[in-house]
T-cell receptor, first 112, second 114 residues
């Protein structure tokens, strides 16, 4: 069956450290993958997109990697800040079909 | 530009009732997608509308329906509500239809079915 798994439960890290979130998938062939941030009571906000032929993408303190052999994407936040505390979602867009498939998200807490 | 707006923000209904949720996309966006978000299942795709036509539908029963108006505003309807329909319903708009487009989400409507 198709599955998208993100870090189980929650992730707590100290301010200033690098947070690394994982998104593993099975039985999908994604054309590309997106990462979103969601704060309590709000809708997800798009952060980054990476295509299947790209290994890495950066935006300010954010970095995403995509390994189609391992079927995994890693999302890094460097020099993390308490304001980075939120739930982070990965979403796959497959080659066939016309919809996104979301993971259940990872709750990140950055401790001052 | 104003973001995606959804009304109402909160709703309490009882089993068997029906509900209509509304979504106004960002100005100029012609595609609207709807999602259901629950703690156990995460975000699940309901359907996508573009130019008043349903382009894609997720794996939900026929009790879930939607429509889009000529001004791109969209509504979704859930009939014969069940307890399991309690969720956060999110809509997202994009310039064009399709998975290549970046989606902009609204704040959601939180539905509680008693």
């Amino acid at each position: 069956s198709q599955k998208i798994e993100q870090n189980s439960e929650a992730l707590n890290i100290q301010e200033g450290k690098t947070a690394t979130l994982t998104c593993n998938y099975t039985n999908y062939s994604p054309a590309y993958l997106q990462w979103y941030r969601q704060d309590p009571g709000r809708g997800p906000v798009f952060l980054l997109l990476i295509r299947e032929n790209e290994k890495e993408k950066r935006k300010e303190r954010l970095k995403v990697t995509f390994d189609t052999t391992l079927k995994q994407s890693l999302f890094h936040i460097t020099a993390s800040q308490p304001a980075d505390s939120a739930t982070y979602l990965c979403a796959l867009a497959p080659h066939t079909g016309n919809q996104f498939y979301f993971g259940t998200g990872t709750s990140l807490t950055v401790i001052p | 530009k104003a973001g995606v707006t959804q009304t109402p923000r909160y709703l309490i209904k009882t089993r068997g009732q029906q509900v209509t949720l509304s979504c106004s996309p960002i100005s100029g966006h012609r595609s609207v997608s709807w999602y259901q978000q629950t703690p156990g299942q995460g975000l699940q795709f309901l359907f996508e509308y573009f130019s008043e036509t349903q382009r894609n539908k997720g794996n939900f029963p026929g009790r879930f329906s939607g429509r889009q108006f000529s001004n791109s505003r969209s509504e979704m309807n859930v009939s014969t509500l069940e307890l399991g329909d309690s969720a956060l319903y999110l809509c997202a708009s994009s310039t064009l239809a399709g998975i290549q487009e970046t989606q902009y989400f609204g704040p959601g409507t939180r539905l509680l079915v008693l």
